[in-house]
Nanobody, 114 residues
Framework: QVQLVESGGGLVQAGGSLRLSCARS????????MGWYRQAPGKQRELVAS???????NYADSVKGRFTISTDNAKNTVYLQMNSLKPEDTAVYYC????????WGQGTQVTVSS
């Protein structure tokens, strides 16, 4: 039913910027939270940023002031604007929809070179 398709990942130099997009197809019923997670090699998957249906946002301490999560309801899309990227931001980034059911995107690779 629900599918999350990510785009926007790539290879950038430290200090650069990327904007990730997560386009949703299918209906999500009830309240939900959209989030971006990342998983670096040999590391556990961690929450990067989230946004509620009401627009409340939350960020990991490591990305506060650098990343911004937002949504475009008309486009059924959630974004992650990533600025001042650091090599430690290198990871596969996943979009997630949490609500009655749990949905994950396929992941998009972000690589930040030093």
């Amino acid at each position: 039913q629900v599918q999350l398709v990510e785009s926007g990942g790539g290879l950038v130099q430290a200090g650069g910027s990327l904007r990730l997009s997560c386009a949703r197809s299918g209906s999500i019923f009830g309240t939900n939270v959209m989030g971006w997670y990342r998983q670096a090699p040999g590391k556990q998957r961690e929450l990067v940023a989230s946004i509620t249906s009401g627009g409340r946002t939350n960020y990991a301490d490591s990305v506060k002031g650098r990343f911004t999560i937002s949504t475009d309801n008309a486009k059924n899309t959630v974004y992650l604007q990533m600025n001042s990227l650091k090599p430690e931001d290198t990871a596969v980034y996943y979009c997630r929809s949490t609500g009655l059911k749990d949905y994950w995107g396929q992941g998009t690779q972000v690589t930040v070179s030093s």
